[in-house]
């Protein structure tokens, strides 16, 4: 009996470490200028893009990302800025429209912060180039990215925007994968 139980918690246990190694099959995925592991079951759409190279994929769950690599690709400078109880109670005396203004009773360390961001960001080196990384703060809630100032005399954006759990794994995973040319 004893024998049975330890045959019993020994499955159990390569059941569940094998179900949790189990993903989706990746595949290299080549862009202008860069390449990088993404599931297979993603879809790469070709986009016309005007001053830069521009890709789309589609995730399984039909969630998109998108590739710009060029001059003008989207930097993450997003920045709010926090006043003051007492600024916000003079620009309403004013009759100033205050609405989506960021107030607290600490603005200048909430805005250094960044607490009224959607997003944290950090810093990664990927592939020997240090890339800007941002996730939302919330799940589905805001852009899963990376940013490369310099490729090439160009710079890389990825975004995905309000993606589910699994799929912001996965692709903060994939970043890791970049290998540009």
Known sequence: MKKRQILLKYMIISLLFYSCNQK???QEFSFDGFS?????????????????KVNLIVTKNNDSIYFDLGQY???????NKVFSKEQIQKYDSL???INGLHFSDT????????TFLQEYYYYDTINKKVG??????????????????KINKNALS???KN????????????FKTIKFE
């Open 107 to 114: 603005p200048e360390i909430d805005q250094a912060q960044g």
């Open 36 to 52: 990088m592991s993404l599931p297979s079951s993603w879809k790469k759409i070709k986009v016309k893009g005007i001053d830069s």
């Open 73 to 79: 690709s989207q930097e993450f400078n997003e920045t």
């Open 95 to 97: 009759k100033m429209n």
């Open 132 to 149: 800007k990384i941002k996730i939302p703060k919330k799940y589905q809630q805001g852009e899963t990215g990376i940013y490369f100032s």
């Open 24 to 26: 989706d099959n990746f």
């Open 158 to 160: 990825i975004v995905g």
């Open 163 to 174: 993606l589910n759990k699994e799929e912001q794994e996965i692709l903060i995973e994939s």
